[in-house]
């Protein structure tokens, strides 16, 4: 089991950057594609962007430029290094594990409990 738990989500200035940690249990999450997703209020849960096992990535276009993901295997935690942060960006976020990298939630099988990110104008 790979359950992830999220962390570092706060409050921050427009143009300003917050980094989001996605730490796991369990010696297989490197074997694990890591999506992340948000999710606005009344809004449903969009796909942010992901990384595979083998370190591919994938960005939403919404995101593309802004954010990065990566993985550090050894600590077992996945990260999404938010920069140039817009108050669109204003949601909770979710980091979740599955087998395939994958734009769709129901592809991903274990999700953590989201952390929210603020943007203020």
């Known amino acids: 089991q790979v359950q992830p738990v999220e962390s570092g989500g706060g409050l921050v200035q427009a143009g300003g950057s917050l980094r989001l940690s996605c730490a796991a249990s369990?010696?297989?999450?490197?074997?694990?594609?890591c999506g992340w997703f948000r999710q606005a209020p009344g809004e449903e849960r969009v796909f942010v962007g992901y990384?595979?096992?083998?370190?591919?990535?994938y960005y939403a276009d919404s995101v593309k430029g802004r954010f990065t993901i990566s993985r550090d295997s050894a600590k077992r935690t996945v990260y999404l290094q938010m920069n140039s942060l817009k108050p669109e960006d204003t949601a909770v976020y979710y980091c979740?594990?599955?087998?395939?990298?994958?734009?769709?939630?129901?592809?991903?099988?274990?999700w953590g409990q989201g952390t929210q990110v603020t943007v203020s104008s």
């Open positions: 979740a594990s599955g087998w395939t990298p994958a734009t769709t939630p129901n592809s991903y099988t274990y």
């Open positions: 369990g010696r297989t999450f490197s074997n694990y594609a």
């Open positions: 990384i595979s096992s083998g370190g591919l990535t």
